[in-house]
Antibody, heavy 118, light 110 residues
Framework: EVQLVESGGGLVQPGGSLRLSCVVS????????MSWVRQAPGKGLEWVAT????????YYVDSVKGRFTISRDNANNSLYLQMNNLRAEDTAIYYC???????????WGQGTLVTVSS | QTVLTQPPSVSGAPRQRVTISCSGS????????VNWYQQLPGKAPKLLIY???LLPSGVSDRFSGSESGTSASLAISGLQSEDEADYYC???????????FGTGTKVTVL
């Protein structure tokens, strides 16, 4: 069974930093593209970032470029999202998701809540 | 960035058929596969349809997808109370070099 478990969310002040983690099991992590998707309270889904299998190619939504960094540790089946210079508009539930061969987000974690507020 | 347009809400009686539209452009739906996600209240999203019209294992065949040009549709036949949820389309966008989601549609069973 595929499992993705996010952690690291919490309350942070504007301008602060947070590092999210996603530990996965039940599939070959090193063979899968991975993504982060977020959802602001009461709002729709927004793709945040994607990383290729070997970690060399990374893609970001414009609003987080230069502030967020996606990374992975294939030896430990882990995905990360380093978030710096956080803004109020980054407040959201952050989900990690596997990316299928046809570009679909085929498995999702339960999400971790990030709240940016003073 | 949200560049795929969906109706805010759709409703239908039990056992009816409803459809949700998703309108995009040549850089996303027109050139890449469309995926649909179901999000039940308080839950994480779940893949419902991938690459326009393929059903993942375990998903009811009451759900079907189609695509034409720069638009896509999700159909739910034999509507059931358990189908009450938010539905999102999504696709890769070649111009943005990233994924884009639809605005989301809330399905209500009357």
């Amino acid at each position: 069974e595929v499992q993705l478990v996010e952690s690291g969310g919490g309350l942070v002040q504007p301008g602060g930093s947070l590092r999210l983690s996603c530990v996965v099991s039940g599939f070959t992590f090193s063979s899968s593209l991975m993504s982060w998707v977020r959802q602001a309270p009461g709002k729709g889904l927004e793709w945040v970032a994607t990383i290729e299998q070997n970690g060399t190619e990374k893609y970001y939504v414009d609003s987080v470029k230069g502030r967020f960094t996606i990374s992975r540790d294939n030896a430990n089946n882990s995905l990360y999202l380093q978030m710096n210079n956080l803004r109020a508009e980054d407040t959201a539930i952050y989900y990690c998701a596997t990316v299928g061969v046809l570009g679909d987000f085929d498995s999702w974690g339960q999400g971790t809540l990030v709240t940016v507020s003073s | 960035q949200t560049v795929l347009t969906q109706p805010p809400s759709v409703s239908g009686a039990p056992r009816q058929r409803v459809t949700i539209s998703c309108s995009g452009s040549s850089s996303n739906i027109g050139n890449n596969g469309v995926n649909w996600y179901q999000q039940l209240p308080g839950k994480a999203p779940k893949l419902l349809i991938y690459y326009d019209n393929l059903l993942p294992s375990g998903v009811s065949d009451r759900f079907s997808g189609s695509e034409s040009g720069t638009s896509a549709s999700l159909a739910i036949s034999g509507l059931q109370s358990e189908d009450e949820a938010d539905y999102y389309c999504a696709a890769w966008d070649d111009s943005l070099n990233g994924y884009v989601f639809g605005t989301g549609t809330k399905v209500t069973v009357l």
